[in-house]
């Protein structure tokens, strides 16, 4: 371990959890690293929710706003949540116990492009920033962190946050040094290009300067990142990865994409590991993935020699695959690059890049506005991540799902949206099981049979229904709608039990 | 007029716009210039309408498929819409004849955001462009270009289309020659960043290059673009001009703008106006815009001194102002720039810039999803424009509108809005005139009173009740809502002539 810490300084910082986490106050704002399951810290989180369940025994109050880069763990998000330590949380949410408290009203959450934290973090939107929490690899002998498994918003943390607690974890490979490409977007108004040309571009350092006297704790831990089991793929899955290949295939043949110019975007999830799947007996080759996750099929990709470089703020690896990251990160590293998630995700990049983005959804309407994040309106599932960083700048953008859900009775494409996150002018292809609707060049009418067609056979004639009573006298054509019936299928749901009433 | 077609090759290709409107058939994709009333073409709309009335009496099929820059004109979106020579339209339309016949549902619609279109065109998105009509102040020596007031897609069209039809207009100032900056971005994958790093930069030439094999016909026109008369401002648009001051000074006060750094995009209308009027008379310096649209307020601050440069893709000018454009555009073109819209709306550009966004809207829901484009989810207005270039990559964007339209029968804040253009993740400030709703850092519970607040205080009570509906037993409590009423605003509206029921 002693290896690990190689500034004296930090050396005498070095601390347990619990020590530490009597830096952290009542009303604190937090930034922590995390980024869908990796790189979150492992020990402060629960010392914080001690201290929190202390203190609230005693009628004390204590809850901090937090923030990461995405969703974390249960030893992160799920202690704090179940201890009532959390006031606010942005800028995503996926944990169980958190999202419960969300929607039962005791948690306030806010959901914002992944993109867009960092720079509201560093202007001041939220107040200032008390603390950073982020967990390295190693404290090089300058005393610059070399950060574990995700990058997410470290540097915007560590350089707003007025103290800083560092948690060096053992479990995390050493060879991950170098994979990282640390770059600060300047200050306004003095910013200049960002000077990615392709995925794999490096413009940074890998390692992240920290101002060593801000530095108020150092504490060691030897913990797995949560790395969700890889789930067997399914038939639905497999029929829309098809389609998505389907399509990769009518680009080419259109004279837009080249088999070797594909870059891809991918959300995490059974069907980018169907397309990645498809991809290894593909005949594109060279694929760059400039993304926000590296999941498991990327690293067949690399492994088969199919995919050159993949970009990324984040791993979302399965056990297997991140214990072969641990062993053989020293070859990986050639392959893989891992940046802020301001980068990452940043407009201006992947417009430049002219990647395809594919993203999953809860389901859309039948003129092509996506619900990504809220069910019934209300309901957040997790949040909007960088599906919209994303779509709104790809060359080409995809938005995937089962065409029903809860066993028939959720259809995914519906009159009306209950929650909107991307508009009718964002999206572009939808695909289901059924096939892909590709709504590109389409004005708003000419989108409703493509997208009815990729709907379930069993909600069709109810959707054409919608349409006619929309399109009957009376009402405007440009996006024909009848507000009184447009959300009867969520009323349905909520009644009946069922959408189809 | 012999001076402003100065090639031989173009010289010989003059003819009349009738002579001219031989070259456009049936079904044919055409990409005109024209941008807010400005630089649309002139004769050739009167000429293909000519067309189209004559083949319709003789029972022959003839529309075409209509992409500009965005609005342009009675003489040309008008005269096209009222001779029934347009199937599809696409990015914008705000000519009251167009408007009518997309809403009647005889002519389709896409509402697209203005940086994209240029990319899609290119990519052939929408099949291959058939004829590029593009008005020219001047065509040099070597058979380039010089754009009039306005460059939209221009660069795009004249690449893409097969053939080229270009208006050399007497009335466009030849002094317009050097105040465009024409740059092309590359095409993917070698993309390469655009090197503009602040409002005034210039990268490219003050002409577009042209294949003059596509060159089909030249026709000379001696006309004034669509200015509006000004509209003197109002007490209610002063009011949230005022509001908009305060916003700003606020930011000052928090350390996140100063008097000389202050880069503004704004809409079109009063309130804009409003504010430029403001700006005369306070501490702001050195102002820059980076915006679509040339406005008088900001010919106003650059007389003035207050303002250094101003970066747009058109004017839209009184006639006025227009006339004065015309006179000293040799004096004006050292603190104007024109750009293609791809670049006057490029997100790479506008994050880099770090500009305060201000856009109208129709209206917001008591959450922040904000209406840009359709009344009652089904007509539409004009289209989404540059907002959401604008708005998803400002430092800070704000959303202006009276806090009710129709002598107080429709209010701007509603409980569900109808048609979503902005989403609550990229809603920053809402302005009425009751004042600002700051929504930065807060979760969507702790918008509603901050929206409410700037709603008509006719309307508080009945957004109050449905708030309270939406929270009571039984819902999920992250972004409340009753689905069963949250059209009855517009329900209401519809049936008993006011939102109020």
Known sequence: MSERISNEFYKSKV???????????????????????????????????????????????????????????????????????????????????????????????????????????????????????????????????????????????LNSARKIIIEVNEWQSLDLEGMHDIYKIQDLPNRTPIPINHAGDRIGTPYIPVDQNKVVAVVKTNAADRNAPFKPTDEISEKIAGHFLDLLEGEVQAGRLTYDGYVMQSGVGNVPNAVMAGLLDSKFENIQAYTEVIQDGMLDLIDSGKMTVASATSFALSPEYAEKMNTEAKRYREHIVLRPQQISNHPEVIRRTGLIASNGMIGCDIYGNVNSTNVAGSRIMNGIGGSGDFTRNAFLSTFISPSTAKDGDISAIVPFATHIDHTEHDTMVVITEYGYADLRGLAPRDRVPKLIAVAHPDYRPLLEEYYERACSEGHFLHTPHDLKTAFDFHINLAEKGSMKG
Chains 1, 2 share one sequence.
């Not at 402060?44 to 004390?60: D, F, M, S, V």
């Not at 030893?75 to 942005?90: F, M």
């Not at 929490?133 to 918003?153: L, Q």
């Open 15 to 157: 601390m347990s959890a619990d020590e530490a986490a009597q830096f952290i106050n009542h009303g604190d704002k937090i930034g922590m690293s995390g980024f869908t399951g990796a790189g979150y810290p492992k020990a402060l989180p629960t010392a914080i929710a001690n201290k929190a369940n202390e203190l609230h025994g005693r009628g004390e109050d204590f809850q901090i706003d937090l923030f990461t880069g995405a969703s974390t763990a249960p030893d992160c998000d799920g202690v704090l949540a179940e201890a009532s330590a959390v006031r606010y949380r942005t800028p995503y949410a996926s944990d169980p116990v958190m999202r419960k408290k969300i929607n039962a009203g005791e948690i306030k959450y806010q959901d914002i492009h992944l993109s867009h934290l960092g720079q509201q973090v560093e202007e001041g939107f939220f107040g200032n920033l008390d603390v950073a929490v982020v967990e390295a690899v190693r404290i090089d002998e300058a005393g610059n962190i070399i950060p574990s498994s995700a990058v997410g918003n470290n540097v915007e943390y």
